[in-house]
């Protein structure tokens, strides 16, 4: 096994060592770009440098190495805010990671994970579960393997029996074991009931303690109590929410609390791969059977009221596990066919909102000039058809081309 891991890596380190940011400039001919916020501009020519957008427009410099991406789109790396790296299938065809297995062995199935994710277009994650995170992501920082930007929250907080005070001092160290985030868990989950099982005490501790370290938090989160009270409390992300009633949804977009539905990707794996699931962490045939008929449609109703909701601010997240790395876009091709919301609005969701939601908007998110190079190209238009979001032909994280058509 340990074997196997380290053969597909290095193959995949023999596909990027000529990937490192180049000394000239890369140029980048589009017939059309997305920008990101809503923009669209056609015949443009973006040069990159020192892994630096450092112009958007038709000129361009006399040399350089140039990327012809005629007949496509090019725009942002998406950016998905929840996922987890370390579970996948094991040996068995069950899903696995972390138990019964050595470090090396789970890291490299996150590497792949992350590898996945890359290939599909996503240049950052945010993976909210695992000590494993941290090292896949100081593995990709150090350039020798390829991936995207990794955010962890090294753990998830979930002790409903701490104490305010116990609280913030698990953020304390949550940051120092090196989290960029911190993951709560407020309730319980659908087929539970979704109630609330943190205090509105403990929440707060949590979130007032997060701000004060520099920390986001995203909470994990299904009934309207639960989740007006994460808004009060000043906390990042609500995740998931299926049980969210209509003057939650507008508590929610009244503070600027980020919504992230989880509606097209998560549950629709664990049906797709039922039987990789089955009698592992409390699946069943019965609870996989409510995540197909009550699950998916609740999730889906309450993402048709949220679009109706004036400036809720929708991030776009997978929740993946294992089976669902390299399919993140099907979250927002969901949200577009089945839901109904706008196309642009998906890809601004994925791109600059998401970007801003991890406090990065600076950096990413958005094609402009002194933005990190992490760009995409899709066959096709996804403004007319979102499933060109499924055809990605072009990669580029931090200047570094990782998937190109031929130039």
Do not use: W
């Amino acid at each position: 096994m340990l074997e196997d891991i380290a053969m597909r890596f290095f193959v995949l380190f023999l596909t990027s060592v000529n990937l490192f940011a180049q000394e000239q400039p890369v140029l980048l001919k589009a017939s059309t770009m997305l920008d990101g916020k809503g923009g669209v501009q056609h015949n443009v020519t973006v040069v990159v440098e020192g892994g630096t957008i450092r112009s958007v427009g038709a000129s361009s410099p006399a040399h350089g190495v140039t990327y012809n991406l005629a007949g496509l789109a090019l725009m942002p790396g998406l950016i998905d805010t929840h996922v987890h790296l370390a579970p996948h299938f094991g040996p068995n065809g069950k899903v696995a990671g972390g138990r019964g297995e050595s470090p090396a062995t789970e890291l490299g199935y996150a590497l792949e994970n992350a590898y996945a994710d890359l290939m599909a277009g996503v240049t950052t994650v945010q993976s909210v579960g695992s000590p494993i995170d941290r090292d896949v992501r100081e593995a990709i920082k150090r350039g020798v393997l390829p991936g995207p930007r990794v955010l962890t929250s090294v753990r998830q907080i979930t002790d409903t029996r701490s104490t305010p005070d116990q609280l913030r001092e698990l953020v304390r160290q949550t940051k120092a074991d090196g989290a960029d985030l911190i993951k709560l868990f407020a309730s319980k989950n659908f087929r539970d009931g979704g109630a609330q099982t943190m205090s509105d005490d403990q929440i707060l501790a949590v979130c007032q303690e997060a701000r004060a370290q520099g920390l986001r938090v995203l909470v994990h989160v299904y009934s309207s109590h639960a989740i007006m009270s994460v808004s009060q409390a000043g906390c990042t992300s609500v995740e998931h929410g299926t049980l969210i009633d209509d003057e939650a949804l507008r508590f929610l977009a009244a503070h600027g609390t980020y919504f992230d539905p989880n509606i097209g990707v998560v549950a629709q794996n664990y049906v797709i791969n039922k039987d990789k699931f089955i009698g592992t962490g409390g699946f069943t045939e019965e609870s996989i059977k409510g995540t197909e008929t009550r699950l998916i449609p609740a999730s889906l109703e309450m993402f048709k009221r949220a679009l109706a909701v004036k400036g809720l601010k929708f991030v776009f997240g997978t929740d993946a596990v294992a089976g669902a790395h390299g399919h993140n876009a099907e979250e927002l091709i969901y949200r577009v066919q089945k839901g109904g919301q706008d196309s642009s609005a998906a890809i601004v969701s994925g791109t600059s909102v998401s970007a801003e939601s991890l406090n990065m908007s600076k950096r990413i998110g958005v094609v402009a000039e002194g933005m990190d190079a992490d760009l995409i190209a899709v066959e096709g238009d996804p403004l007319r058809d979102i499933t060109a979001l499924r055809r990605v032909v072009f990669v580029m994280k931090g200047g570094k081309v990782y998937k190109s058509p031929a130039r």
